[in-house]
């Protein structure tokens, strides 16, 4: 709770980059509609595609690290909502209701469905550990996904440090604990572990 109402500026700033939340529902008075957003999959098939014209990839290639990084983040998906619905952990949002603060809100809005693990944190740590696995590190690249959204760009030196901003994100944005950050970034690694040892797609 301390951590939602000491937010610095950048820290707001990454909450919102972040957010990805590709149908968030608004209340303005008797008011109520929907803004339509990326999903956390769609961002980082943006990241796949602004990293493939950087590096300027022959169609084969593309095509190699398009699909690749799907394949992690559909099985990040699977596994982590997997998870999610073995553990059935309430939202910080509604223990912070009901047992310290009835007025707290989050900053973004809180997700229908369980906590554990981050979402976040599992598919954007496989994701990086698929492009990073293509592409190497460093990879300096500029994310402009969100653009057409609104939102700014971020610079990032690998796909590996996008993906540790994208899981805090979620702690800032005051919709998970700690702990299914962390251990949703493990979860993550363990997944594309999983994946290099059975798909291969060039010579090596």
Not at 136 to 156: M, Q
Request: charge should be negative.
């Amino acid at each position: 709770m301390d951590a939602g109402n000491n937010m610095e500026g950048e820290q707001e700033e990454i909450a919102f980059f972040w957010d990805c939340n590709p149908y968030k529902m608004n209340v303005k008075g008797h008011v109520m509609f929907a803004e339509k957003k990326i999903t956390p999959g769609g961002h980082w098939m943006g990241i796949a595609g602004i990293a493939v014209k950087n590096k300027g990839m022959e169609w084969k290639a593309t095509a190699e690290t398009l699909a690749t990084t799907s394949i992690y983040l559909f099985d990040g998906f699977i596994s982590c909502w997997d998870e999610k619905y073995r553990s059935a952990l309430i939202r910080p949002e509604t223990y912070i209701n009901l047992y310290m603060d009835e007025n707290w809100l989050p900053l973004l809005q809180t997700p229908p469905f369980p906590e554990y693990t981050s979402g976040h944190s599992v598919v954007s740590t496989a994701a990086a550990e698929a492009l990073t696995k293509l592409l190497g590190e460093p990879f300096h690249f500029i994310d402009s996904t969100e653009v057409k959204y609104g939102l700014g760009v971020r610079e990032f030196d690998s796909f590996r440090i996008a993906s540790t901003e994208a899981a805090i994100s979620r702690f800032f944005g005051g919709i998970h604990y700690l702990p299914a950050i962390d251990n949703g970034v493990e979860q993550g690694k363990e997944i594309a572990q999983m994946i290099n040892q059975k798909i291969k797609t060039r010579k090596e």
